[in-house]
């Protein structure tokens, strides 16, 4: 019924920029609160950055004052400018969309697939 689609991953070199979007298509009424996850090889899933409905952001010290999360509404998008990349950046970063559905009304988690970041040293 949703879809999470992202891109903009890639290979970087370290202290290098991307930024990664990800976009909701479906039955969506609205959506509440967006973030966006990181898993590297061997370790667990982890919270990079995250953004309400209204703006409010967080994000993980790791990655604070290099990274920005913001989103646009109107287009069911949220984005993550990621600057001063470092090799320990380097993961795959999903997104996460908590969406309530026009179908229910009721709210649901969903994930996308990942798009591979890799930071060269």
């Known amino acids: 019924q949703v879809q999470l689609v992202e891109s903009g991953g890639g290979l970087v070199q370290a202290g290098g920029s991307l930024r990664l979007s990800c976009a909701a298509s479906g039955s969506i009424f609205s959506i509440n609160d967006m973030d966006w996850y990181r898993q590297a090889p061997g370790k667990q899933r982890e919270l990079v950055a995250g953004?309400?409905?209204?703006?409010?952001?967080k994000y993980a010290d790791s990655v604070k004052g290099r990274f920005t999360i913001s989103r646009d509404n109107a287009k069911n998008t949220v984005y993550l400018q990621m600057n001063s990349l470092k090799p320990e950046d380097t993961a795959v970063y999903l997104c996460?969309?908590?969406?309530?559905?026009?179908?229910?009304?009721?709210?649901?988690?969903?994930w996308g697939q990942g798009t591979q970041v890799t930071v060269s040293s």
């Open positions: 996460n969309g908590h969406i309530v559905l026009s179908t229910d009304h009721f709210q649901y988690s969903y």
């Open positions: 953004i309400s409905s209204g703006g409010r952001t």
